[in-house]
């Protein structure tokens, strides 16, 4: 069976730190990743997907990149974190091949509680 | 562009009892999903139900059934027998041929022992 894998679950980081927030998936080949992020009370926003190794799409001009190095592996980052990307932030994957009507779908991870002091 | 909206910010049922969560979308597309999310307080994201848009029939899971009415582009999820383990924050979503959810923003649901 497939699974995701997100971490670190809580992160508290200083305003100007960088960022490295990792996602895999195991017991799938060639998954579509997605990173979302959710402001509390809110629902998510797509940030980036991913279709395969080295292919990121970003959906929002933000502080924040994606990178996706393996293939099943997502990682997000930022060179210096400003305040509002504090959030929650969950990584997911779905199975298909986007744009083509396929449409599985998504399993999330369990989230990253992201705070900036 | 596609939207999602959920205009019920927060319900309430008594255990046992039915509940229905709306939804509307708007779309361009003419192949399209639609899905109802979970998300209890340990704040998982949870796939309920899922509706593909061609399928006149509304789609079951147990106590989870939707109303989809294509036309008026609504998509409303209804809980029957409800229990405690149901209360959560619930999201409506849709992908298009892109395979990208967007999300509504969500209806926190309260269940009354």
């Known amino acids: 069976s497939q699974t995701i894998h997100q971490w670190p679950a809580t992160l508290v980081q200083p305003v100007g730190s960088p960022l490295s927030l990792e996602c895999t998936v195991e017991g799938t080949s060639n998954p579509n990743l997605y990173w979302y992020r959710q402001a509390a009370g809110r629902g998510l926003q797509l940030l980036f997907y991913s279709v395969g190794i080295g292919q990121i799409s970003s959906e929002v001009p933000q502080n924040l990149s994606a990178s996706r190095p393996q293939d099943r592996q997502f990682i997000l980052s930022s060179k210096k974190l400003l305040l509002s990307d504090s959030g929650f932030y969950l990584c997911?994957?779905?199975?298909?091949?986007?744009?083509?009507?396929?449409?599985?779908?998504?399993?999330f991870g369990d989230g990253t509680r992201l705070s900036i002091l | 562009a596609q939207t999602v909206t959920q205009s019920q910010p927060e319900m309430s049922v008594q255990e046992a009892e039915t509940v229905t969560l709306s939804c509307t979308y708007d779309t361009s597309e003419s192949d399209y999903y639609l899905f109802w999310y979970k998300q209890p307080p340990s704040r998982q994201m949870i796939l309920v139900i899922r509706q593909e848009a061609y399928k006149q029939q509304n789609a079951t899971e147990n106590r989870f059934s939707v109303n989809f009415q294509k036309a008026a582009k609504s998509f409303s999820l209804k809980i029957s027998d409800s229990q405690l383990g149901d209360a959560a924050m619930y999201f409506c979503?849709?992908?298009?041929?892109?395979?990208?959810?967007?999300f509504g923003q969500g209806t926190t649901l309260q269940v009354k022992p």
């Open positions: 979503a849709s992908s298009g041929n892109t395979g990208k959810l967007i």
């Open positions: 997911a994957w779905s199975a298909g091949r986007l744009g083509q009507g396929s449409n599985q779908p998504q399993h």
